[in-house]
């Protein structure tokens, strides 16, 4: 499985943003699918995931503003961030899971896309 993230940019403070993550084999519809973020110097954390049935998990902090959803057909996973901050600063990962099921580990993810740069000014 092959993942390609897009739809990362430069957005003001309150801003809207939404990411898409497109993958290469119609077999990530039976794997959950997450996206994590990195901000500079700091470890890789996880954001958002939805399972194959579409039960969808959050990190606390973020679950008010950004919203996880997927296309099975287009094998497509999106994450829409509303009411960006500046601590929203970060590359954003797209990973499929390694079962239908994979929740917050990133040690439960077996594919990576290459992660695209989300920057927020103030």
């Known amino acids: 499985v092959q993942l390609q993230a897009s739809g990362g940019g430069l957005v003001q403070a309150g801003d809207s943003l939404r990411l898409s993550c497109a993958a290469s084999k119609r077999t990530s519809s039976n794997n959950a699918m997450g996206w994590f973020r990195q901000a500079p110097g700091k470890e890789r954390e996880f954001v958002a995931a939805v399972s194959w049935k579409g039960d969808t998990v959050y990190a606390d902090s973020l679950r008010d503003r950004f919203t996880i959803s997927r296309n099975y057909g287009a094998s497509t996973v999106y994450l829409q961030m509303n009411k960006l901050k500046p601590e929203d600063t970060a590359v954003y990962y797209c990973?499929?899971?390694?079962?239908?099921?994979?929740?917050?580990?990133?040690?439960?993810?077996?594919?990576w896309g290459q992660g695209t740069l989300v920057t927020v000014s103030s």
């Open positions: 990973a499929a899971g390694r079962s239908a099921y994979s929740g917050r580990d990133m040690g439960g993810y077996s594919y």
